[in-house]
């Protein structure tokens, strides 16, 4: 079992830049795929981005490609997720996401959650 704990998230201007985290507990991080997804106000949840394991793989939904990228620190037991170039409409509620055995790019291919780390981006 993980447990995931995002933060940095904030109110930051459009065109302004933010970098959250995801701490995981435990001495197993490395044997989870990790993902971000998001969910605004009256919509579903959606992914965002993947990595895999090793950090060798990553997935991103086209929206954010360019301006959005997912790192991971296997010796801290932390993902990322850097965002620039940020829109209104990337509003929402980030969660972190833990996987085993495949990168989690839908929310029932989750096996673990975040409490979850408001963004919102003001025009």
């Known amino acids: 079992q993980v447990q995931l704990v995002e933060s940095g998230g904030g109110l930051v201007q459009a065109g302004g830049s933010l970098r959250l985290s995801c701490a995981a507990s435990?001495?197993?991080?490395?044997?989870?795929?990790m993902g971000w997804f998001r969910q605004a106000p009256g919509k579903e949840r959606e992914f965002v981005v993947a990595?895999?394991?090793?950090?060798?793989?990553?997935s991103y939904t086209d929206s954010v490609k360019g301006r959005f990228t997912i790192s991971r620190d296997n010796a801290k037991n932390t993902v990322y997720l850097r965002m620039s170039s940020l829109k209104t409409e990337n509003t929402a509620v980030y969660y972190c996401?833990?996987?085993?055995?495949?990168?989690?790019?839908?929310?029932?291919?989750?096996?673990?959650w975040g409490q979850g780390t408001q963004v919102t981006v003001s025009s």
């Open positions: 996401a833990a996987a085993r055995g495949r990168l989690p790019t839908t929310p029932g291919m989750s096996d673990y």
């Open positions: 435990g001495r197993t991080f490395t044997t989870y795929d």
């Open positions: 990595i895999s394991k090793s950090g060798m793989s990553t």
